[in-house]
T-cell receptor
Framework: GQQLNQSPQSMFIQEGEDVSMNCTSS?????WLWYKQDPGEGPVLLIA?????ELTSNGRLTAQFGITRKDSFLNISASIPSDVGIYFC??????????FGGGTRLMVKP | NAGVTQTPKFRVLKTGQSMTLLCAQD?????MYWYRQDPGMGLRLIHY???????AKGEVPDGYNVSRLKKQNFLLGLESAAPSQTSVYFC?????????FGSGTRLTVV
């Protein structure tokens, strides 16, 4: 099946720093989604991307749909402690079934 | 707005015991899913349902059974628990790609 590879697997940054993470696939996706999982909770949808090259923002978060349709990027500007969590990329394989990446764990030092 | 509710939140089982995890959604979604989350493995789909009375296998279905007798409920059963089934289990529902996840059930099999 399709696999999504996320990097880095984990990041430990200082509050106020910008964060970049990415997700790559060997297959083309027509939709990319980014979810965030707060500690002890289920993932929550942050951003959805539907078109190659699309750049979409949600507050301090910006995600891009790679032009090759095989990758996507998520940037967080001016990180704050509540950004802590696991960030997952996801893409649909068949019907409504999402394939999730392995996640990027973000830790923020105040 | 309850969204997706999972019960119980925590459970410890002895090897060989059985149990059922309950998932209820109040959004009238057709699609429901069960995932397991293990460290470094991301979210892996166990079983899913595309509507009342239907179920299908996901990526890691072995050792689990499911039922969707009512549209709002999706039950995950473990007939004979094994230590390898120690994990955090998430239920989700969706219309489209915006999955709504429950808060998870942390299961330990000793």
């Amino acid at each position: 099946g399709q696999q999504l590879n996320q990097s880095p697997q984990s990041m430990f940054i200082q509050e106020g720093e910008d964060v970049s993470m990415n997700c790559t696939s060997s297959s083309i996706f027509n939709t990319w989604l980014w979810y965030k999982q707060d500690p002890g909770e289920g993932p929550v949808l942050l951003i959805a991307l539907y078109k190659a090259g699309e750049l979409t923002s949600n507050g301090r978060l910006t995600a891009q749909f790679g032009i090759t349709r095989k990758d996507s990027f998520l940037n967080i500007s001016a990180s704050i402690p509540s950004d802590v969590g696991i960030y997952f990329c996801a893409g649909p394989n068949a019907g409504n079934m999402l394939t999730f990446g392995g996640g990027t764990r973000l830790m923020v030092k105040p | 707005n309850a969204g997706v509710t999972q019960t119980p939140k925590f459970r410890v089982l002895k090897t060989g015991q059985s149990m059922t995890l309950l998932c209820a959604q109040d959004m009238n979604h057709e699609y429901m899913y069960w995932y397991r989350q293990d460290p470094g493995m991301g979210l892996r789909l166990i079983h899913y349902s595309v509507g009342e009375g239907t179920t299908a296998k996901g990526e890691v279905p072995d050792g689990y059974n499911v039922s969707r007798l009512k549209k709002q409920n999706f039950l995950l059963g473990l007939e004979s628990a094994a230590p390898s089934q120690t994990s955090v289990y998430f239920c989700a529902s969706s219309e489209g790609y915006g999955y709504t996840f429950g808060s998870g059930t942390r299961l330990t099999v000793v």
